[in-house]
């Protein structure tokens, strides 16, 4: 089956922009997170979302929001963009967390 | 606060011996713990699991071991494979509660496997 999907692969955005990234997760799975990994912080959860209901949320900024529709796809959207928000944001969908949580290969996002 | 700590930045090993990839964390209400594998440029996948009411999982070549007096957990792979190598992240969360979705996890190790 198809795994979890993200999209755009790679973008570039101007400091002070914002920027909406996408994830379709694994048919069937209802649970989505999202995690930003750089290398000096490594991988930190951002927020999760369940039935389009966000039941969990990380330490960022109130610039880092999402959203979850109805056929559990999910946007996370960043707000006037900073250097600092260069990462590789990553998403995951689970049926439930005790088979482990599965994870798309990621949007590489550059702000300049 | 880093709650979930590897503290080996890198590993080598020669193919067919025994790889050995260590976890220690902090936080007590952890319960469930995973290990992830990831190559660049690609999202992490998924290895392995163990509940804090067990000490060991197995699956193929990858065993997982948890000391919860010790709050270590190590990933041993046997034996490991040239296409073992990437790194390797030790997740862990809570179950239930208000902790959905969030794995905490640590630094990562970078093993390679020589031919």
């Known amino acids: 089956k198809a795994g979890v999907t993200q999209t755009p692969r790679y973008l570039i955005k101007t400091r002070g922009q914002q920027v909406t990234l996408s994830c379709s997760p694994i048919?069937?799975?209802?649970?989505v997170s999202w995690y930003q990994q750089t290398p000096g912080q490594g991988l930190q959860f951002l927020f999760e979302?369940?039935?389009?209901?966000?039941?969990n949320k990380g330490n960022f900024p109130g610039r880092f929001s999402g959203r979850q529709f109805s056929n559990s796809r999910s946007e996370m959207n960043v707000s006037t963009l900073e250097l600092g928000d260069s990462a590789l944001y990553l998403c995951?969908?689970?049926?439930?967390?005790?088979?482990?949580?599965?994870f798309g290969s990621g949007t590489r996002l550059t702000v300049v | 606060d880093q709650q979930v700590k590897q503290n080996s930045p890198s590993l080598s090993v020669q193919e067919g011996r025994i790889s050995i990839l260590n976890c220690d964390y902090t936080?007590?209400?952890?319960?469930?713990f995973l290990w992830y594998k990831k190559y660049p440029a690609e999202g992490p996948t998924f290895l392995i699991s163990?509940?804090?009411?067990?000490d060991k999982n197995e699956d193929g070549r990858f065993t997982v071991f948890l000391n919860k007096s010790a709050k270590h957990l190590s990933l041993h792979i046997v034996p490991s494979q040239p296409g073992d190598s990437a790194v390797y992240f030790c997740?862990?969360?809570?179950?239930?509660?208000?902790?959905?979705?969030?794995?905490?996890f640590g630094q990562g190790t970078i093993l390679t496997v020589h031919p």
């Open positions: 995951a969908s689970s049926l439930n967390q005790f088979v482990g949580y599965t």
């Open positions: 048919s069937g799975h209802r649970s």
């Open positions: 979302y369940f039935s389009e209901t966000q039941r």
């Open positions: 936080n007590s209400m952890f319960d469930y």
């Open positions: 163990i509940s804090s009411i067990k």
């Open positions: 997740a862990a969360s809570i179950a239930g509660g208000t902790s959905y979705g969030k794995l905490t």
